[in-house]
């Protein structure tokens, strides 16, 4: 669980917001003339990329409203919310790594992290 900055009502519990996927996708304007292979790849293509994301979001349980949000999706951390129609502002993400790829923080697949032994034992 973490607290989402709704840029139209104040910080909320993530449970009141509905992830809408990812943001900054424009309808194509020639709908009418996509092949069914073009339609598809605007419908259900999207970068999925680790790191620094922008995503869309929808406050379900409270203004009902859409906004943008630009989230790490290796540590869940939130570097900016901003309402539909404005540009993602400028943010420097710190992205934590491990030799394996994988971020040593927030919410990554606990299955694969690296466990240092420090050598200073439990005596």
């Given at each position: ?13 993530q449970?009141?917001?509905?992830y ?89 697949n ?14």
């Amino acid at each position: 669980m973490f607290v989402i900055d709704c840029p139209h009502c104040g910080p909320r519990d993530q449970a009141e917001f509905a992830y809408a996927g990812e943001a900054h996708i424009a309808r194509p304007a020639n709908a009418d003339e996509l092949t069914d292979a073009e339609w598809a790849g605007y419908v259900f293509m999207r970068r999925n990329g680790k790191g620094l994301y922008a995503e869309r979001w929808w406050h379900a349980a409270g203004c009902r409203k859409f906004f943008n949000m630009l989230r790490n999706t290796a540590t869940d951390q939130i570097h900016a919310v901003y309402r539909i129609g404005e540009r993602p502002p400028e943010v420097k993400a710190d992205l934590p790594r491990t030799p394996s790829g994988e971020a040593s923080i927030g919410s990554g697949n606990d299955a694969v992290k690296l466990v240092r032994d420090t050598g200073a034992g439990d005596a």
